[in-house]
């Protein structure tokens, strides 16, 4: 199973108990099959991106870290994090910034780029 498809079935697990949602009503709410959404849960694959908006907005998460969390989108592309942080959370001040900014680095010198628990060497 690739890693990707593992970290999306994970999250997508969570999510969905989290909103209280079965299968079923998830898969209703995507205008798939509920098979479909154990394919998802199993991490044997990610949904199409054409379903995405709707997985999304049943799962009340942004479409965008949905997208880049199933693989569709390179790391390279996504935002640093303290741009993301600033748009985010534009109340955060600079000590939460800098905090969270140290703790990243943190965790990328500890488990590598990929975060797939590997020390950087």
């Known amino acids: 199973m690739h890693p990707k498809h593992r970290q999306f079935a994970a999250f997508l697990t969570k999510r969905r108990k ?3 949602l079965t299968m079923e009503q ?3 709410a995507v205008g798939v099959s509920k098979s479909n959404v154990h394919y998802w849960e199993s991490g044997e694959g990610v949904p199409r991106p054409s379903v ?3 997985l999304a907005e049943a799962l009340d998460v942004a479409y965008e870290d949905l997208f ?7 790391p390279k592309s996504l935002p640093d994090y303290e741009p993301y942080l600033r748009a985010t959370h534009p109340d955060l001040p600079e000590e939460a910034v800098a905090e969270a900014e140290k703790f990243f680095r943190e965790l990328k010198q500890r488990y590598g780029e990929g975060g797939d628990g590997e020390r950087d060497r």
């Not at 880049?68 to 390179?74: E, I, K, P, R, W």
């Open 52 to 54: 995405m908006q709707q």
């Open 26 to 28: 998830l898969a209703k």
């Open 18 to 20: 989290a909103r209280k």
């Open 68 to 74: 880049a969390l199933a693989g569709f989108a390179s």
